[in-house]
DNA sequence: TCTGGGGTCCTAGGACCC
DNA sequence: TCTGGGGTCCTAGGACCC
């Protein structure tokens, strides 16, 4: 039978922050989004406070002033390096894991033939909080969304110790009794609320419900789920992947509207040159491409979307051809006297670069095209991204339709010179 | 005034073909 | 007056995740 074992980095973000400034233990802290937008993550002592995840930021500037919580803008260079760190060492306690997000990761403990899976766990839990000074929290089980769970407990309840085994039969119902079905691992808003006019409030009674009424709604997953409840594994570990997408895409939001074609071009000219380095880093290419533009959703009254997808007859990585393409298919969905606060691009249809199908009537030199492409990239991964750019992104560092970060911390992992001064 | 970004999978429905 | 049916492919949209 197979075991997982869920280990998931606490308040992600602000661990990585506090690892830094120490002082900010004990204190509210929180991590917005992009644009500083929404709050993302929080301390315990954010979350005390009722800062809610995904609360506009705007929404809580009283409480913020008033209860001196602590602010930073996203730092992905650092917490992506800090989440680096962290994967490398779980690797080392297990024959094989999956990476499933920045922050967590799904550890094979199948063939572990000793009883003692929770003093390993805390044994795994104290060597990363002691080379990393991230705190985690490890949830075991037979199947994935059991080890979510227990993940969960044993990040709230502090007779855990941060730590729970769920494999044994014997705690699964009263660990699912207490949890609300909201808070199963594919269970979101709209089916939680389905769920609850059907009568079933708890991952208990959705474990033990009608298959036919599961069904119905949530499809071929809500019964996968149900299994997986009760302890069935359906869902078998990933490994690699991360190594290949089966999409890329890039969008912002801007910081003020934007009405006119000339900013929106500029702006869809970056995320594709965003992506297409994406897709040669994975070495893949797109054989389709989609372009969005859309106005802000909180005013439904004049709202606007639209959408546009291209398919190439020759799969591309190449950035100059696609900002082409791009623009021609903005021209398409681009109206007039609109107020647009998004816009993005999707690659998908993703090909192996060794495997893209040669068009027969393309007379373009593909390998000095391709060469180019290195070229470019290398010197940005070296100079800092967008050192060399296309010129259909504008001349301006600081375009209008470019986001915010006011409260970034430093690169303290990933730049020599923003490393920490110690005094 | 100010409301994130990047992914995955599944399903319904239309177009097309025989 | 009667007006096929089934398979496949594609896309858009909906749901979820972190």
Known sequence: ???????????????????????????????????????????????????????????LRHIINTMDVHVFSSNYALYGDMSNRVMQILDMFTPAMEIYSIDEAFLDFSDFAFTGLKSY???????????????????????????????????????????????????QDRAL?????????????????????????????????????IRKKMGINGIRLQRELCGESCYPLAEDINTRRKSVSASRSFKKPVTDLTALSQAISLYISRGAVKLREQNSCAETMTVYVMTSRFKPESFYYNSKTAVFPTASNNTPEL?????????????????????????????????????????????????????????????????????ALGSSNKQYWQTISNYRSSAYTTRWDQLLTVC
């Open 323 to 391: 900002i082409k393409q791009g623009k021609k298919i903005l021209k398409q969905i681009f109206k007039r006297n609109k107020q647009y606060t998004k816009a993005g691009i999707v690659f998908s249809n993703l090909v192996q670069e060794s495997h893209v199908q040669q068009d027969l009537f393309n007379t373009k030199d593909t390998a000095r095209t391709q060469r180019l492409m290195e070229t470019v990239d290398n010197i940005n991964s070296q100079m800092g991204r967008g050192c060399v750019r296309s010129a």
């Open 177 to 213: 009794e207490i949890t609300p079905v909201e808070d199963v691992w594919g269970i979101g808003g709209r089916y939680a609320a389905y769920l609850k006019l059907k009568g079933i409030k708890t991952a208990l009674d959705f474990k033990y419900a009608a298959t036919r009424v």
């Open 121 to 171: 766990a805390h044994h795994i839990r104290k060597k990363i909080k002691k080379d990393t000074g991230i705190p985690v929290s490890i949830g075991m089980a037979t199947s994935k969304t059991l080890a979510k769970l227990a993940n969960k407990i044993a990040k709230s309840s502090l007779k855990t110790g941060g730590v729970l085994d769920l494999t044994s039969m014997k705690f």
């Open 1 to 59: 039978m197979p075991v997982f074992a869920l280990v998931d980095c606490n308040n992600f973000y602000v661990s990585c922050e506090r690892v830094f400034k120490p002082e900010l233990e004990g204190k509210p802290v929180i991590v917005l989004s992009n644009n500083d937008g929404c709050a993302v993550a929080r301390s315990n002592e954010a979350k005390a406070l009722g800062i809610k995840m995904g609360v506009p930021f705007f929404k």
